[in-house]
C-alpha cells in the first residue's frame, strides 16, 4: 500500500539556520509524483515543489531545495537561511494514480517547523 | 484569478445534524477532491468528483456523500455527525489526466461537532 512517512513531528531551529525535513515514501506505482506542501495557521495547502519519479536530479529554488533518492525512497526537503515566516506545518505528498485519469495525494502526518528569531 | 474558495470558514454542529459544505474550484480546474484533515494529522482523501460523478472514494462511510455541479464547483455533505467528524474539511482542485499538477486548496471548513 502506499504510504508516506514524516518521523519528525516537531522542529525549532534559531532563524537563518537551514533544516532539512525528511520524508520517506511505498509505492508500488513506478510513475508518481511526490510534492512538499506548507500549512500556515490559515489552513490552507500551500504548494512549495514537485518531483517526478523519473527524475531524480535535485534542484534549488531561491532558498528550497530537495533531495530524491529513488533508492532509499526518500524526498526530503531544506530551506536555506529560515524566516520567522518559514513556520507552518509541512506535509509531504504522494500522487497516486486512480480511476479515469483521476489521482489523490497521500500525505503524511507533517512536521512542525517553528523557526524563532 | 481566483483560487479555491470554500463556504462557510467555521461551522458548529449537534451531533446527529446534517451538514454541507461547499467549495468553488480554481478557474479552469474541473476535478475537485476533499480532504478531511483531523488536529494533528494529515489530510486523508474522502472522495473527487469530475464530469459530476464520484470518480474515487477513500476509506470513509456512506455518511460522507458529495455532489459536483455543472461549473464543477462541489458540495460535501455528512450525515448523522459524530463527535469524530470533528475537522478540518479541505477542498482540492485540479486537472483531470495531469498528475504532474499540483492541486490547488482552499482554506478549508472548520467543522466542530458537539
Known amino acids: 500500500a502506499q504510504k508516506v512517512t514524516q518521523a519528525q513531528t516537531e522542529i525549532s531551529v534559531v532563524e537563518k539556520e537551514d533544516v532539512t525535513l525528511d520524508c520517506v515514501y511505498e509505492t508500488r506505482d513506478t510513475t508518481y509524483y511526490l510534492f512538499w506542501y506548507k500549512q500556515p495557521p490559515s489552513g490552507e495547502l500551500v504548494f512549495l515543489i514537485r518531483?517526478?519519479?523519473?527524475?531524480?536530479q535535485n534542484e534549488i529554488s531561491g532558498r528550497y531545495s530537495w533531495n530524491f533518492q529513488k533508492s532509499t525512497s526518500s524526498f526530503n526537503f531544506t530551506i536555506t537561511a529560515s524566516q520567522v515566516v518559514d513556520s507552518a506545518v509541512y506535509f509531504c505528498a504522494l500522487s497516486e494514480a486512480g480511476t479515469s485519469g483521476t489521482y489523490k495525494y497521500i500525505f503524511g502526518t507533517g512536521t512542525r517547523l517553528k523557526v524563532l528569531a | 484569478d481566483a483560487g479555491v474558495t470554500q463556504s462557510p470558514t467555521h461551522l458548529i454542529k449537534t451531533r446527529g445534524q446534517q451538514v454541507t459544505l461547499r467549495c468553488s474550484p480554481k478557474s479552469g480546474h474541473d476535478t475537485v477532491s476533499w480532504y478531511q484533515q483531523a488536529l494533528g494529522q494529515g489530510p486523508q482523501f474522502i472522495f473527487q468528483?469530475?464530469?459530476?460523478?464520484?470518480?474515487q472514494r477513500g476509506n470513509f462511510p456512506d455518511r460522507f456523500s458529495g455532489h459536483q455541479f455543472p461549473n464543477y464547483s462541489s458540495e460535501l455533505n455528512v450525515n448523522a455527525l459524530l463527535l469524530g467528524d470533528s475537522a478540518l474539511y479541505l477542498c482540492?482542485?485540479?486537472?483531470?489526466?495531469?498528475?504532474?499538477?499540483?492541486?490547488?486548496f482552499g482554506q478549508g471548513t472548520r467543522l466542530t461537532v458537539v
Open positions: 468528483y469530475y464530469e459530476e460523478e464520484e470518480r
Open positions: 482540492a482542485s485540479s486537472l483531470t489526466g495531469l498528475m504532474r499538477t499540483e492541486a490547488f
Open positions: 518531483r517526478n519519479s523519473f527524475d531524480e
